[in-house]
C-alpha cells in the first residue's frame, strides 16, 4: 500500500500569506495519478488539482499543484478568507487508492 | 451537470446491514467507475473501493473485504454500497465518487462527490 504522509498537520496563517502544503509517498506515484482535494467544514471534499498540477474547473489560479516522484506540493499563493479548510493529497496509481492524513489550514 | 445524490441517513444497530444509494446524472453512467470513501467524526478521509458499472468488477481495500459489496444498476444509474456485521466504528459519512473513466482518456481523479450519507451504528 503506498502510505501517503502529508505535512505538517496544522498550517496558521494570515489572509494574505502564502501556504505550502507537502505530501509523501512511500513509493513512487505516477503524476498522472496524483490529486488534491479541499474540504471544508461540514461540506464534501472538492477536487482541486489533479495530475499533480492541473487545476480542476473553477479553482483560482492562486493554487498550483507541483512535484512529481514520491514528492509533492499544494501551494496556495495569496490565502483568501474562503481557502481556511483541510487539504488531502490522493494517489489512484495502485490499489489500494489511499489519501494523506490532511493538513488544516487555519486563519491565525 | 454531472451530480451524483445520495440516499439519506441510517441508525443501525451492531451486526446489521447498511446499503447506501447514489443516483449519477449528467454523464454517461456505464463510463466512469463509481468509488466509495467514509469519513468518520473530525477524521480523514478512507477509501473503501471502486465499482465498475459496466462490467459490474470491483476493487475492495483488504480491510473491508468480505464486508463490503459494491453494485450498480445501470438502467436506472445508480450505485450501491453495502456494509454488513456493522460495528461502531464504522459510524461515519459515506461519500460516492466518479472515479476511473473507463474509455480514453483514463483519468483517474474524483470527482464530482455525492453529498454524503451518514451512517451511526448504536444500540
Known amino acids: 500500500e503506498i502510505v501517503l504522509t502529508q505535512s505538517p498537520g496544522t498550517l496558521s496563517l494570515s489572509p494574505g500569506e502564502r501556504a505550502t502544503l507537502s505530501c509523501r509517498a512511500s513509493?513512487?506515484?505516477?503524476?498522472?495519478?496524483f490529486s488534491w482535494y479541499q474540504q471544508k467544514a461540514g461540506q464534501r471534499p472538492r477536487l482541486l488539482i489533479y495530475?499533480?498540477?492541473s487545476r480542476a474547473t473553477a479553482v483560482p489560479d492562486r493554487f498550483t499543484g507541483s512535484g512529481s516522484g514520491t514528492d509533492f506540493t499544494l501551494t496556495i499563493s495569496s490565502l483568501e478568507p474562503e481557502d481556511f479548510a483541510v487539504y488531502y493529497c490522493?494517489?489512484?496509481?495502485?490499489?489500494?487508492?489511499?489519501f494523506g492524513q490532511g493538513t488544516k489550514v487555519e486563519m491565525k | 451537470q454531472v451530480q451524483l445524490v445520495q440516499s439519506g441517513a441510517e441508525v443501525k444497530e451492531p451486526g446489521a446491514s447498511v446499503r447506501v444509494s447514489c443516483k449519477a446524472s449528467?454523464?454517461?453512467?456505464?463510463?466512469?467507475?463509481i468509488n466509495w470513501v467514509r469519513q468518520a467524526a473530525g477524521q480523514g478521509l478512507e477509501w473503501l473501493g471502486w465499482?465498475?458499472?459496466?462490467?459490474?468488477?470491483?476493487d475492495y481495500t483488504m480491510k473491508f473485504q468480505g464486508r463490503i459489496t459494491m453494485t450498480g444498476n445501470p438502467s436506472i444509474s445508480t450505485a450501491y454500497m453495502e456494509l454488513n456485521s456493522l460495528r461502531s466504528d464504522d459510524t461515519a459519512v459515506y461519500y460516492c465518487?466518479?472515479?476511473?473513466?473507463?474509455?480514453?482518456?483514463?483519468?483517474?481523479?474524483?470527482?464530482?462527490w455525492g453529498q454524503g450519507s451518514l451512517v451511526i451504528v448504536s444500540s
Open positions: 465518487t466518479r472515479g476511473r473513466r473507463l474509455v480514453a482518456p483514463g483519468t483517474r481523479w474524483l470527482d464530482p
Open positions: 449528467g454523464y454517461a453512467f456505464t463510463s466512469y467507475e
Open positions: 465499482m465498475n458499472p459496466d462490467n459490474g468488477n470491483t
Open positions: 513509493q513512487i506515484v505516477s503524476s498522472v495519478y
Open positions: 495530475s499533480a498540477s
Open positions: 490522493q494517489q489512484s496509481d495502485r490499489s489500494p487508492w489511499t
